[in-house]
């Protein structure tokens, strides 16, 4: 079996290896997930810290059992919002800033695509080749960029083989070229880096609010 989790609510869920690259309905919040290919032959990624840290003043949290699912919190001491996410591979803890969780949704988004390069080996990978070339680590959101990039290219190139048999990561994914328009999934993809370059801008916008209302 494959465990993996919802995109939507992420809540735990088993399919059976013969479902990879099907769609699946969630248990918990009945909307429908594409079987990732993921278990033995694909590593995952190790599982966040669970610390109950406050990411913004590093205050400890209250005591609270590990969390099964992404939620929204609150700090007891400086009242900003903390975003709990149990199901990821980007940050070490599962206490993270609005803006941590922001590239953790977009991450999730492109491996959610069959032809997105959203997987911990993927985002493995393209920070290896980044530190490679430039001599040091590159920040989370110049390697969600750069795979942002790379799942455009493979896009185009779905689009081309439009009919034609796809094969990612040595499966053949014919039957979702047969359910699927690449040209209306190269516009999703459009769509998702108008959304990241929006939801940066975004965050500057609001660390310069928040740096203006510290200052005495």
Same mark, same amino acid.
């Given at each position: 079996?494959?465990?993996?989790?919802?995109?939507?609510? *992420?809540?735990? %869920?088993? =399919? !059976?290896? =013969?479902?990879? /690259?099907?769609?699946?309905?969630?248990? *918990?919040?009945?909307?429908?997930? /594409?079987?990732?290919?993921?278990?033995?032959?694909? !590593?995952? +990624? !190790?599982?966040?810290?669970?610390?109950?840290?406050? !990411?913004?003043?590093?205050?400890?949290?209250?005591?609270?059992?590990?969390?099964?699912?992404?939620?929204v919190d609150e700090c007891t001491q400086c009242?900003?919002?903390?975003?709990?996410?149990?199901q990821q591979f980007l940050y070490p803890t599962?206490?993270?800033?609005?803006?941590?969780?922001?590239?953790?949704?977009?991450?999730?988004?492109?491996?959610? /695509?069959?032809?997105?390069?959203?997987?911990?080996?993927?985002?493995? $990978?393209?920070? *290896?080749?980044?530190?490679?070339?430039? +001599?040091a680590e590159p920040p989370v959101r110049e390697?969600?960029?750069?795979?942002?990039?790379?799942?455009?290219?493979?896009?185009?190139?779905?689009?081309?083989?439009?009919?034609?048999?796809?094969?990612?990561?040595?499966?053949?994914?014919?039957? %979702?070229?047969? +359910?699927?328009?690449?040209?209306?999934?190269?516009?999703?993809?459009?769509?998702?880096?108008?959304?990241?370059?929006?939801?940066?801008? $975004?965050?500057?916008?609001? *660390?310069?609010?928040?740096? =203006?209302?510290?200052?005495?």
């Open positions: 079996m494959i465990r993996y989790a919802c995109r939507h609510c *992420a809540e735990v %869920l088993e =399919s !059976p290896h =013969s479902m990879v /690259w099907h769609l699946e309905e969630c248990c *918990a919040c009945h909307k429908p997930n /594409w079987v990732p290919k993921v278990g033995e032959d694909e !590593p995952t +990624g !190790p599982e966040p810290a669970f610390e109950p840290i406050c !990411p913004h003043c590093h205050a400890a949290l209250p005591e609270q059992a590990r969390p099964a699912r992404k939620y009242h900003r919002e903390i975003y709990v996410e149990p599962m206490f993270l800033t609005e803006e941590q969780a922001g590239y953790i949704n977009f991450i999730d988004q492109l491996n959610y /695509w069959p032809f997105g390069r959203g997987s911990w080996q993927d985002y493995e $990978d393209m920070k *290896a080749h980044i530190t490679a070339k430039r +001599g390697v969600v960029a750069a795979l942002i990039e790379l799942t455009m290219t493979a896009c185009q190139a779905r689009e081309k083989q439009a009919g034609q048999k796809l094969i990612y990561k040595g499966r053949d994914v014919e039957p %979702l070229l047969n +359910g699927s328009d690449p040209k209306h999934d190269r516009e999703e993809v459009l769509n998702l880096t108008a959304e990241v370059k929006k939801f940066e801008k $975004d965050m500057r916008d609001a *660390a310069k609010l928040n740096r =203006s209302v510290a200052q005495p």
